[in-house]
């Protein structure tokens, strides 16, 4: 009976998200054509966020463990551990006045009406083709030029174990920040992994922890960086987990 109601829950996703996407996604898709506009085009994708997020039944709460203030006007590399197709509507929501580009696998474009929105925010990235991932710098280094931040789940993926808590970093988005002297504003998700996993026989409605753990200052050592932000984010799992 209980899968039963799993089932039903996800059909509601994807009837939510053809109603948001037919309402919201024509707008997203004309103004994302022009470079200028996506400012404008990421007010839409954030109505859209807010739709599935809430319309899903979740709702999130945020505790900040660091008194550092975000600038604005200063382009950022947002991170954040990664268990749920829901933390990239998070993640929009968690941020209306920096919008921004995800760097993320190319396969999710298949996912459908999901993948009509995500194509048009999303830098995409063939993670078989090293020729895909060596110009994934070039291409988030104009999208920040034009004023975008970009947002990269370092993990790269949700590992099939869902018994880890953290998986090993990749290096992106902290040569991001060493190549382009971009901060990293760090985010912990804690709730998803259980609330809305990508089994889709599993979750229920519910209120999902986000802890701001504060921003990383761009460094010549990328592997530092990305160590600090490691050992920040599992902190933070398994203290408040």
């Known amino acids: ?13 994807l009837l939510l998200a053809f109603v948001l996407t037919i309402t ?18 990421y007010r839409f994708i954030r109505i859209w ?8 039944g ?18 950022y590399v947002f991170i954040s551990n990664h268990t ?29 009406i999901f993948g009509t929105i995500y194509k048009r925010i999303c830098v995409m990235v063939d993670r078989n ?16 030029e034009e004023g975008n931040s970009i947002a990269i789940f370092p993990e790269g993926g949700v ?16 040569t991001l920040s060493s190549k382009h002297n971009s901060p990293i504003a760090v985010y912990t998700f804690i709730g998803l992994k259980e609330i809305f996993p990508f089994d889709s026989g599993k979750g229920y409605p519910g209120k999902v922890k986000v802890y701001f753990n504060g921003i990383l200052q761009p460094s010549d050592s990328p592997k530092e960086l990305k160590k600090s932000a490691f050992e920040t ?8 987990g």
């Open 84 to 112: 749920s197709i829901m933390d990239i509507m998070l993640s929009c929501i968690l941020l209306p006045h920096h919008p921004i580009c995800f760097v993320g696998k190319k396969e999710l474009v298949k996912i459908p």
């Open 58 to 75: 979740l709702r999130y709460e945020l505790t900040r463990l660091s008194d550092q203030k975000m600038d604005k006007n200063q382009q």
């Open 159 to 174: 590992p099939d174990d869902t018994s880890i808590i953290l998986d090993e970093f990749k290096d992106g988005a902290f």
């Open 1 to 13: 009976m209980v899968k039963i109601l799993n089932y039903l829950w996800r059909f509601w996703l």
């Open 129 to 144: 083709s090293a020729r895909s991932r060596a110009d994934v710098y070039r291409r988030c280094a104009e999208k920040m």
């Open 24 to 41: 919201l996604g024509i707008p997203v898709y004309i103004l994302s054509f022009n470079k200028k506009h996506y400012k404008y085009a």
């Open 233 to 240: 984010i599992k902190k933070t799992l398994v203290e408040r």
């Open 49 to 56: 966020c807010y739709g599935m997020f809430y319309g899903m």
